[in-house]
C-alpha cells in the first residue's frame, strides 16, 4: 500500500513541477538575467564609491521589481508571438506556442508578474523607475513585437531601444534622475543590438522567412546584412570608448573596451569577408561575451578606479 501510495504522489508531483517549468520558460531567464545584470550595472556605477548597506538594499530590490516586469513582458510576447513561435525549430517548443498553456494562463501569469514587480518599484524605489521600466517593456512586448517586426527590416534598430533601457533603469534606481552617464551606457547596448541579433538572423535566415518576419537577412540578402553587421561594429568600437571619453572610467576599462571591439569588429569582417553559418554562430556568441565582459570591465574599474 504505501508503496502504491508514494508511486502515485510521485506521478501526480511530476506535472506540477513541468507547469512551473513551463511558466518559467516563458520569462526567458537567460534574456531576464542579461537585463538585470546591466541594470545592475547601471545602478553600481551610479552609486560613487562602495555602497551602503541601505544602497544595497535599495538596488536588490530595484533588480527584484525590473526581474518581474521584464519577466511579465517576456511572457506576453509569447502569447503575441505564439503562432510564429511554433513555426521556427529555436521556440517550437514553449508551451504557448504548442498548446499546453493557454493564452488565458499565461495573461494571468503576466498580469501578477507585471503588477507585483510595478507596485515593488513604486512603492520601495521611485515613480521614476517604475514608470521607466513600465515604458521599457510595453515598448518591447507591444510596439516591437506587435507593430515593428512584422513590418520593417529595421525593427531591431528601432525596437533595440526597449533592450538598450537597462542601464537606465538602474541608473534612475539609485538616483531618481536620468544623468549622461546612463545615456552612455544606453548608446553601447543600442548600438550592439543590431549586429548581434543579424548574426544570428543570418544563420536562421530560414526559419524567419517560413515565420514570414521581415528580418534584413530576409529582405536584403546576407551579403548586404553582413555588410551592416560590419559597419554598425566600428560604430560601437566607438561608442565602447566613451565611458573612459566622459571620464566615467579608467584605463583599465579602455584596455578591455579595445580588445572586445577589437575582437568583435574582427569576427563581423571574416563574416563580411567568408561567410558560413558556423562563423555566424561564433560571432553571435562573441557579442554576448563582449557585452557581459565590458560591462563586468566598467564594474571592476569603478571600484578601482573610485
Keep these: 500500500m504505501s508503496t502504491g501510495t508514494s508511486t502515485t504522489g510521485a506521478i501526480s508531483a511530476t506535472p506540477k513541477v513541468s507547469v512551473v517549468r513551463q511558466f518559467m520558460a516563458l520569462t526567458k531567464p537567460r534574456v531576464i538575467q542579461l537585463i538585470v545584470f546591466c541594470a545592475l550595472i547601471g545602478m553600481v556605477l551610479a552609486v560613487p564609491g562602495v555602497p551602503t548597506w541601505a544602497e544595497v538594499a535599495l538596488a536588490a530590490v530595484a533588480c527584484l521589481?525590473?526581474?518581474?516586469?521584464?519577466?511579465?513582458a517576456a511572457a506576453f510576447n509569447c502569447i503575441v508571438e505564439q503562432g510564429i513561435d511554433a513555426k521556427m525549430k529555436r521556440t517550437a517548443w514553449r508551451a504557448t506556442a504548442s498548446g499546453e498553456l493557454s493564452n488565458r494562463q499565461t495573461l494571468l501569469f503576466s498580469a501578477i508578474l507585471g503588477s507585483t514587480g510595478s507596485a515593488i518599484l513604486y512603492l520601495w524605489v521611485n515613480p521614476l523607475t517604475m514608470w521607466l521600466t513600465i515604458a521599457t517593456f510595453v515598448g518591447y512586448a507591444m510596439v516591437y513585437t506587435i507593430i515593428l517586426k512584422p513590418l520593417t527590416p529595421q525593427n531591431i534598430v528601432i525596437g533595440g531601444a526597449s533592450g538598450a533601457m537597462p542601464p537606465v533603469l538602474g541608473w534612475a534606481a539609485m538616483t531618481g534622475v536620468v544623468?549622461?552617464?546612463?545615456?552612455?551606457?544606453?548608446l553601447i547596448i543600442f548600438l550592439w543590438t543590431p549586429p548581434h541579433f543579424w548574426a544570428l538572423a543570418l544563420y536562421r535566415v530560414e526559419d524567419y522567412r517560413k515565420a514570414g518576419l521581415p528580418m534584413l537577412p530576409v529582405t536584403h540578402g546576407s551579403e548586404f546584412t553582413r555588410l551592416q553587421i560590419l559597419l554598425y561594429t566600428g560604430v560601437l568600437f566607438a561608442a565602447c570608448l566613451l565611458p573612459f571619453v566622459y571620464g566615467m572610467s579608467s584605463w583599465i576599462y579602455l584596455v578591455v573596451a579595445i580588445a572586445l571591439s577589437i575582437g568583435f569588429c574582427l569576427y563581423a569582417y571574416w563574416l563580411w569577408r567568408d561567410y558560413s553559418d558556423a562563423l555566424a554562430r561564433r560571432t553571435f556568441r562573441f557579442s554576448l561575451y563582449h557585452l557581459s565582459l565590458l560591462f563586468a570591465a566598467l564594474l571592476v574599474d569603478h571600484y578601482v578606479y573610485f
Aim: net charge negative.
Design 65 to 72: 521589481g525590473i526581474w518581474l516586469v521584464a519577466a511579465a
Design 179 to 186: 544623468d549622461p552617464q546612463a545615456m552612455i551606457l544606453f
